[in-house]
């Protein structure tokens, strides 16, 4: 018994080092991230890309992944916001569940300005919201509302296309 | 040996440095989308869900990918086979305890156990163990109602947490999750048989869902299954020719069980949800065999004698109702309502009432026992930046019934196997309670984090209670956590309990007059007059200290130490005759020689350790390896007796069964890997050694290693055939050591010990196919 066991410690040490099991937030910040190099905006500054967050000032992951980084030969910018009021010039706009309540009025008040909204707020895409993040058995999955990110003037790459759910119009 | 202990673990912390290296900024997008996230966990906190790997309290996970791959079809046998200090052993010819599988953790009793069903209370089953059994005393949550199928994971909260849950959550809670949004349809087909040529199982699962608006789901499993007994009786040498004339093994059973899980969530931010089970089992198991000459009547119906057989019909079912939101104010809001329902209901055959001698009927409604529970609660949510409350209230009420069987299942002696339950055990009891709770988590900094939890509740029988709690951990280096808990618990007297009376009469040998025995209601005047008093809740004190490793994120080592001191812990008192002369009179007014009932006869001490190391990796293939090792021990102690009736000595089966009947030490070696379309599990268990009171002598069996061998191959992407073995060497336990007898023994009937925590029916073979739509 006593070699089984030092077997198993001995397929601990010869299997390391391992592929990382990452938190929710890490990944849905990855996304975040990532999704700009899918997504062609109607007009873009070459040089600065700027992401919002809405209402979750206890989360600065994003700040600390991305502010001030080159990623695509674009300096990443990160601005916190605690209501859709203060909202400036921005790419993205990360709808953090905490705004589940207020989410009508906060797409409504980014309607038409070339601002993609992501959130993991339970519905998003259903609701208006272009880019829905959730997590299905461990594993991140992206909901795209075509249609809204068209009337948003998006230019979707169809690589990506392929790899995430699309749904059409507002379902509401 | 070229490596030591010392320079495996300097080499581990070498190697886990080197893991540090974040490339995560590099990675492409579709390996992001293929990347695995954290596991998260609800229960051990009522703030949240959050990785079990930075909880306060130790937790552990079973994935439904765990439960896939196992083979196995129902829940006390999966629990039994992932977690070593989970213990569900198979009893035979013990009345009841044979149709509603008792279950344990870490030793201590079946009620001592919180079950919950997507957070929400289960309700207990109606039987009450009252035989020689593991689980002696207890009435706990039938386990096996719940479809496998319909789980998405189930969560093992190992810690008291009844400042949080309230009753019951003692030596730990398991959280049932059911699958929610995003699985596929699906049907499944097992059968399997014993390498003895008996037990054969056959199982079909099926599931079904629906999507709705804004990943909302409907959800429906559906199972049907039918276990063929076992046999694994001894010679019964009281014939001239020696046979198997009892049934000892597993029951033969029939079972329907559905479950249905649906959220619909609003577009205004509303989410109703429900969920409901429902579990039908018609159980058989056998009594002992009575020869010809068991009664002077026996031969008049049965010249051969006869084998009573013991048919349960158990119903199961609960609902839940449940609408919750989000406030402007970011408070989250939750009011739900669920009730469960049970009933066993028991029936005689092959049997007669010797006192009707030819005029016995052969089969009797022996009447039965059903338990109702409604809870409604309403709890709220808030979170700041780095303190989240949370708060509610619980309204229960609970009722405990039971019915007369027919007439002639109990008049005079009743019914050979099992007496009926007589017009004077009629029972319609019921109580209620509320609660009001508050949890709170506070965290300093990125390394502490403390929780604080408290509750108040009122029974209306006992009165009430207030229990709190208080948990920190502290992350002394990114990949140390550090983690200690200290809280109260109670576990309320069950209705069972306070209310249970089962009554039988036989022919005294001496007098030729029946006399009455059996378990006796508190307030009836044969258990007054011995001692008996309304029944106090147990009391609990819990702490635990351990700590989380994390070598990478995919490897982690958990060592925690836990100590539960249980006071007045109730049990069933001796069987006792009247001593002094108005005990005598009382008793022989109502014809009674010998009576027990529920006592708070003793205090108990728990302590022990669990270890569990976990591994997984990917390989350059894209083969899959997960390992676990498990290891736990668990140390139960009699530290007091409270009632002058009860001592190690004049309650030895008693005593011995909670401090030794259970395997103090249990260990797990699970192995999944997967390649390509094949996926390969190999379980090794190790249960520890116990002993069983026999006439005062007590008897050892010795520990043994067990092993489950699963492979599934993934024909087409939806359509998967699995081979596979449960205990796949055939290992039995050891017969009883010298013990020689016509009921137990080497020799006798029942040649093992009713406490094996792997049973006696040797080894099962199977098959699976599963298909998704």
Known sequence: MQRLIFIFFISFLILLPLNAYETEDKIKALLLGKISKYIKW????????????????????????????????????????????????????YISADNSHDLENILQEIKGKNILSVSDIRGFAEKGGIVQIYFLSQKPKLKINLDEAKRESFKISSSLLRIVEVIHGDMK | MILNKKSIVSLIFIWSSLDATDEFLDSDFEDILDMKSEIKVDVGSRNGNRNFLDSNVPVDVITYQQ??????????????????????????????????????????????????????????????????????????????????????????LRDGAAAQYGSDAISGVINIILKGFGHKNSIAIHGGKRKAGDGELLHTDLFLTKQLKYEGFVNLTLAVNEQKKTNRAGLD??????????????????????????????SNNIN??????????????????????????TNLVYPNGFLPLINAKILDYSTTLGIQGRLSNSIEWDFSNKMGYNCFKYYVDNSMNYSLGLESPTSFNNGGLSFMQNSTNLDLKRSWDKFNLSSGIEYRYENYKISAGDLESYTGTGSQGFAGYNPQNEVD????????????????????????AGRYEKYSDFGSTTNAKLALSYKAIEELLLRSSASTGFRAPSLAQSNYSQTSSFVDTDTGLLSTHGTFKLDHEVAQTLGAKELKPEKSIHLTAGTVYQLSKKTFA??????????????????????????????????????????????????????????????????????????????????????????????????DRIENGQPKESMKILTNYQKNNTTYTLNLNRFGSYRQVIAEEAYSFDAEWVADLDISYKIKENLIIAIGGHNIFNMTPNKWDGLSGIYYGYDGIKQYSRYSPFGYSGAYYYITASYDF
């Open chain 2, 67 to 156: 439960i896939d791959s196992s083979g196995l079809t129902s829940l006390s046998n999966l629990l039994r086979y992932f977690v070593p200090s989970f213990n569900a052993p198979e009893t035979s010819v013990a009345d009841g305890s044979d149709h509603v599988r008792a279950f344990s953790l870490r030793g201590m009793s079946p009620d001592q156990v919180l079950v919950l069903i997507n957070g929400k209370r289960v309700h207990t089953s109606a039987l009450l163990h009252v035989n020689g059994v593991i689980g002696r005393g207890s009435s706990h949550v039938d386990l096996d109602t719940i479809a496998l199928k319909s789980i998405e994971k189930i969560e093992i």
């Open chain 1, 42 to 93: 109607k007009t873009s500054d070459t040089d600065n890309f700027k992401i919002t967050i809405i209402n979750n000032s206890q989360d600065k992951l994003f700040y600390e992944m991305y502010n001030d980084k080159n990623i695509n030969d674009k300096i990443f910018t990160i601005n916190y916001i605690d209501n859709i009021s203060q909202i400036k010039d921005t790419d993205i706009l």
């Open chain 2, 558 to 655: 958990m060592v925690d130490y836990f100590y539960t001191k249980v006071n007045d812990r109730i049990m069933l008192s001796n069987e006792l005759s009247g001593v002094t002369p108005t005990q005598e009179a009382i008793l022989e007014s109502y014809g009674v020689s010998k009576a027990r009932f529920f006592t708070n006869g003793i205090d108990t001490l728990t302590q022990g350790i669990d270890i569990k190391l976990k591994h997984e990796h990917i390989f350059e293939d894209e083969s899959n390896l997960a390992l676990t090792f498990w290891y736990s021990y668990n140390k139960n102690e009699v530290i007091n007796y409270n009632e002058s009736t009860i001592s190690k000595e004049s309650s030895l089966a008693q005593i």
């Open chain 2, 237 to 266: 040498t009281r014939l001239d020719i020696p046979a198997q004339t009892t049934y000892v093994g597993l029951p033969h059973q029939k079972q329907i069980l559905a479950v249905l899980n649906i959220e619909a969530p609003q």
């Open chain 2, 429 to 452: 009891s019921n109580r209620n309670s509320y609660a009001i709770y508050i949890d709170s988590t506070y965290k300093f900094n990125d390394s502490l984090n403390v929780e604080g």
């Open chain 2, 272 to 297: 109703l949800y429900a969920d409901a089970t429902f579990s039908h089992r018609d159980s058989k198991a056998s009594a002992f065999f009575r020869p010809s000459n068991h009664n002077e009547n």
